[in-house]
């Protein structure tokens, strides 16, 4: 079965740069989620999208920014980079199988992002 | 805020032991609660969910019952066995509003199957 796709699996940064983080969601799933998790850290929510609109928003930076495409793939853009944005970055989908109930969350297998 | 606690690990025991991981939640209204497990390098996997009172959810053996008045999701495995070696992360999410929120962690417990 088809699942959740991200890309880059890893990525090296310097400060002050910029990354941008692609996920692409499993066919049919609306709703895309994107976490962060530190190293021995539970992941933090951060921001979800459904129907190519922002649906919820969690502890995302203000440095940070996301969007949901036509196709339903995800980009998260990360500007200004900090040493402590270096973590695994998880991206999420669902369906939705009726209002109020997005169904389950699939996670993709995470971009490990280093900042040096 | 909502918030999960878990019981810290690491968590070390024998195969064929019997496990316990302990999970309680602080939330407003009907959260539905997750049992998530992440193997080394890999994603979360959904192990088991509940999503009202009293339901049990159950996968593979491990088990979690859906608390309301001790507020209390805690996992179970009557035999554990190596293979089960991994984090395991207690979730939760609300629906408020039609939403797609985002779960809730706990800090997720480490469990080491040792042979």
């Known amino acids: 079965a088809a699942g959740v796709i991200q890309s880059p699996r890893h990525l090296i940064k310097e400060k002050r740069e910029t990354a941008t983080l692609k996920c692409y969601p499993i066919?049919?799933?609306?709703?895309v989620y994107w976490y962060q998790q530190g190293p021995g850290q539970d992941p933090q929510f951060l921001i979800s999208f459904y129907e190519k609109m922002q649906s919820d928003k969690g502890s995302i930076p203000d440095r940070f920014s996301a969007q949901q495409f036509s196709d339903y793939h995800s980009e998260l853009n990360m500007s200004s980079l900090e040493l402590g944005d270096s973590a695994l970055y998880f991206c999420a989908s669902s369906f939705r199988e009726a209002p109020g109930a997005p169904g389950e969350q699939y996670f993709g297998p995470g971009t490990r992002l280093t900042v040096t | 805020g909502d918030s999960v606690t878990q019981m810290e690990g690491p968590v070390t025991l024998s195969e064929e032991a019997f496990l316990t991981i302990n999970c309680t939640y602080t939330a407003t209204g009907y959260p539905s609660l997750f049992w998530y497990v992440q193997y080394p390098g890999e994603g979360l996997q959904l192990l088991l969910k509940?999503?009202?009172?009293?339901d049990k959810g159950s996968n593979k053996g491990f088990e979690a019952t859906y608390r309301k008045e001790t507020t209390s999701f805690h996992l179970e495995k009557g035999s554990v066995q190596v293979s089960d070696s991994a984090v395991y992360f207690c979730?939760?999410?609300?629906?408020?509003?039609?939403?797609?929120?985002?779960?809730?962690f706990g800090k997720g417990t480490h469990l080491i199957i040792q042979p």
């Open positions: 066919p049919r799933h609306d709703t």
């Open positions: 979730a939760l999410s609300q629906y408020s509003g039609g939403g797609a929120d985002g779960l809730t």
């Open positions: 509940a999503t009202k009172a009293d």
